[in-house]
Nanobody
């Protein structure tokens, strides 16, 4: 089993920054892609960012490209999401998710292991 715990969410003004963390347990962590998804009120969960098992390949939703950066520290079993230039439309619950292969895309390659979510609220 994989267990994921997010932290770092909060309330910020537009243009501000936050850094989310996801601490993972499980012996397959270093072999799997990891990613972030988000869900705004009344909306479905949408892909935000993914990173390959070794950290060499990263991809992002168009809406966050150039503003968000995903990274990982395999020695610490931790994935991060640096969020800069935040906009009100970034307001959502952000979820960490484990892949089921070394590489994952916006739509394929994911397991059913999710974190509990962390709230990010961006005010005008």
């Amino acid at each position: 089993q994989v267990q994921l715990v997010e932290s770092g969410g909060g309330l910020v003004q537009a243009g501000g920054s936050l850094k989310l963390s996801c601490a993972a347990s499980g012996r397959t962590f270093t072999y799997d892609a990891m990613g972030w998804f988000r869900q705004a009120p009344g909306k479905g969960r949408e892909f935000v960012a993914a990173i390959s098992s070794g950290g060499g390949n990263r991809n992002y939703a168009d809406s966050v490209k150039g503003r968000f950066t995903i990274s990982r520290d395999n020695a610490k079993n931790t994935v991060y999401l640096q969020m800069n230039s935040l906009k009100p439309e970034d307001t959502a619950v952000y979820y960490c998710r484990s892949g089921r292969a070394p590489v994952a895309t916006s739509t394929v390659g994911w397991s059913d292991y999710w974190g509990q979510g962390t709230q990010v609220t961006v005010s005008s």
